[in-house]
């Protein structure tokens, strides 16, 4: 095996073990990316989840307020 080939053979192996590192780091990354993203829809369904009893809250206060406010006009 002439030596020109033998350069040739090692560059692309190193070549193609860089592209292979490359896509399994970049996978890598994509998925914890991916992740985050489902911890943040969870959370945010949480917030959203507990605004709503907090305003259901304050709508029933609000009726009991009425109700007794007609009733005490009545």
Same mark, same amino acid.
């Given at each position: 095996?002439?030596?020109?080939? #033998?350069? !040739?053979?090692?560059?692309?192996?190193?070549?193609? =073990?860089?592209? !292979?590192?490359? !896509?399994?780091?970049?996978?890598?990354? &994509? $998925?914890?990316?991916?992740?985050?993203? !489902?911890? $943040? &829809? =969870?959370?945010?369904?949480? $917030? $959203? #989840?507990?605004?709503?009893?907090?305003?259901?809250?304050?709508?029933?206060?609000?009726?009991?307020?009425? #109700?007794? &406010?007609?009733? @005490?006009? @009545?």
């Amino acid at each position: 095996m002439s030596s020109t080939s #033998k350069i !040739v053979l090692s560059l692309t192996c190193i070549v193609t =073990t860089g592209i !292979v590192g490359y !896509v399994h780091i970049k996978q890598q990354s &994509d $998925r914890e990316k991916m992740h985050e993203g !489902v911890i $943040r &829809d =969870t959370e945010r369904q949480q $917030r $959203r #989840k507990i605004e709503n009893l907090y305003i259901l809250e304050k709508q029933n206060e609000l009726t009991k307020q009425l #109700k007794k &406010d007609l009733s @005490s006009s @009545s």
